[in-house]
């Protein structure tokens, strides 16, 4: 998490193709004169590991027909650590097809969708986990992600309530609720989430420099700057220990002009 401040994939044309591939097959799979009559009666599938090429067709049996959910997810997720992301969406879309109401399989491809920056997809997919899954907290804070790409506020905050209500300790709703907060205005709640967030897990650097500017805009200067000195101590990377630095020469700035403003006013 950090510190708070569209080619869509075309799954359907894909499957579609897929289907009108196998619909052909029927009858140029009738045997032939002078073919092995078994060989040709034998079914046909589409691999993916090949989806898109020439030999995406197969005889016999299809190999992942037989897979678990948890499978056809594992199988998919070596596919895009490969680098081979069609083959990885075709494999779930063949699991989906399988298995309508697996929800993990959603989420799994929810996130690859997300991913591949198809933000509308993605939303889709995580409406039908949560759907299937409505006390999954985890589930409702990754639809509110995705909700807030819309600017659909309010439905993202019923998710994060719902999650921290179903999961009151689970960091990743309290720390997104006391972003979202904090964007409408409302700090001293986003500060609450914060400290909740640091009390759960007090190694993770990012809620110390939210809390820390939710107490400067609270007024509370000293424990802004204690929160952001120790988010640079926490902070593993440069670019954050250099934003925490930034942070506090921007206060002090801030508050050098102010009491020149008050000097001028008083002279």
Known sequence: MKPTTKVAVSLIFALTNAMAVNENVDAADEPKPGTDS??????????????????ALHRGPNPHAQLTPEQHIQVAAQ?????RKPQAMAVLSQALAKYPHHAELFNMRASLEFEQQDIKGALSDMEQAVKLEPDNAL???????????FERREEALDDLN?????????????????????????????????????????????????????H??????AKARADIKHFIELA???????????????????????????????S
């Open 162 to 214: 719902r999650a921290v209500a179903l999961s009151p300790d689970l960091v990743p709703a309290r720390f997104n609720r006391g972003s979202l907060l904090a964007n409408l205005g409302r700090e001293k709640e986003a500060l609450e989430d914060f400290s909740h967030c640091i009390k759960v897990e007090p190694q993770l650097p990012a809620p110390w420099f939210n809390r820390g500017s939710m």
């Open 38 to 55: 078994s060989k040709a009666a034998m079914p046909m599938h589409i691999d993916p590991l090949d989806e898109g090429r020439a030999s």
């Open 79 to 83: 596919h895009w650590a490969a680098g």
């Open 139 to 149: 589930y409702r804070v990754t639809r509110a992600q995705l909700y807030l790409r």
């Open 236 to 266: 593993g990377e440069a670019s954050w220990k250099q934003a925490g630095e930034e942070l506090l020469k921007a206060w002090n700035e801030q508050e050098a002009q102010q009491q020149v403003s008050k000097d001028e006013k008083q």
């Open 216 to 221: 400067w805009a609270l007024g509370e200067k």
